[in-house]
């Protein structure tokens, strides 16, 4: 019991810890460098596809040359195929959509709208039933996360216009964010899918292959960046220019830009993440993941709004702040209660 305790706690630290830090790290970055999605995207790929290689490869010797062999995998090459394809064009479009000067507020709001996605996905495709609670948790938890993202808008003081809000609401560039997000939103409810039965179909009565899963997904994705090699170099020299961040933080005495600090430090953060994400869709349903990272993404935004945003919150915005979060904890517990009530009646 308490090493299942111990596990759960671990799992849901790496998820909350990793992921939120890295939330945090991508919005100081992108929030001066929007454009370097596909680099950012690319170096988080590569330290974690490095950072798994010695667990998944062996040296073998052919005529005294060494040579690196994968191991012995519990789920086949050919399963993972598609699931690299779908994980690799989300996490590049996710990002790309920095480039359209997309707030970090809408990112929250359409990558949380995955838990409608998984609920009609898991309907659909693999014939899954829903009670009323659970469909009614769900909603409650989305419209949490929208209006707690809605009270971080910023309301712009009468007579100023920057060009930074004009570039937002330039109507193409803003269309072509929401369409990138879009169909991120959609492959990311085919990964779910996919990985359910892949995990269904090859656990087995072994350890869950969570390690093996994010290891495949990183490394089997690197050739796609082939295409992108020139955006990623370009973006690269975009870091090694004078920094665009505050004086007090770029004058510190370091030979490294302090850029490439935050890019260490969100790679860092997720490989935290990455680790906590897998583990936890190794040992649950896609559609319990999309609810446990929909209230990451709450405590996440609340952070960033303690951290970068307005301090001098109106009544209105708090009010959308406090009660998003209270909907989301709310439908929390209604979706547990859910989930344990219709355990018992399958027991039953």
């Excluded at 810890?17 to 680099?39: D, F, Q, R």
């Excluded at 609401?169 to 997000?181: E, F, K, S, V």
């Amino acid at each position: 019991m308490l090493p299942r305790v111990f596990d759960w706690v671990l799992t849901l630290g790496l998820v909350f810890g990793g992921c939120c830090s890295n939330a945090l790290t991508l919005e100081e970055l992108t929030s001066k460098y929007p454009t370097v999605g596909h680099l950012v995207t690319f170096v988080q790929f590569l330290v974690i596809a490095i950072h798994g290689f010695p667990k998944h490869f062996t040296i073998t010797r052919w005529r005294g040359i060494p040579i690196p062999k994968l191991k012995p995998r519990q789920i086949p090459l050919s399963v993972y195929f598609v699931q690299v394809v779908l994980f690799c064009l989300l996490s590049i479009l996710n990002n790309k959509a920095f480039s359209y000067f997309i707030p970090m507020t809408v990112h929250i709001i359409f990558r949380s709208g995955g838990l409608i996605i998984s609920m009609l996905m898991g309907r659909t495709l693999l014939n899954k039933r829903y009670t009323t609670l659970q469909v009614v948790s769900v909603v409650l938890v989305t419209l949490g996360v929208i209006s707690t993202t809605l009270s971080g808008t910023k309301k712009s003081k009468a007579g100023i216009t920057t060009n930074s809000v004009s570039a937002v609401m330039d109507i193409h560039q803003y269309l072509t964010g929401i369409a990138l997000l879009s169909i991120a939103l959609v492959l990311s409810g085919l990964l779910g899918v996919v990985q359910d039965r892949a995990y269904a179909k090859f656990r087995g009565t072994g350890n869950t292959p969570w390690e093996e899963s994010m290891f495949y997904l990183h490394f089997l994705s690197m050739p796609m960046f082939l295409s992108l090699k020139g955006d990623i170099a370009e973006q690269f020299y975009t870091l090694q220019q004078p920094s665009a961040f505050s004086t007090s933080s770029s004058s510190l005495p370091s030979p490294i830009p302090i850029a490439f600090v935050i890019l260490g430090l969100n790679v860092f953060t997720q490989l935290i993440c990455a680790a906590g994400v897998n583990r936890l869709t190794s040992r649950v349903s896609s559609l319990t993941v999309s609810l446990i990272l929909v209230v990451r993404k709450a405590v996440s935004l609340f952070v960033s709004l303690t951290i970068f945003g307005d301090k001098e919150m109106d009544q209105q915005q708090k009010l959308l702040l406090y009660g998003g979060a209270g909907l989301v904890f709310f439908g929390t517990v209604l979706y547990s209660i859910a989930q344990k009530r219709k355990t018992v009646d399958k027991v039953d």
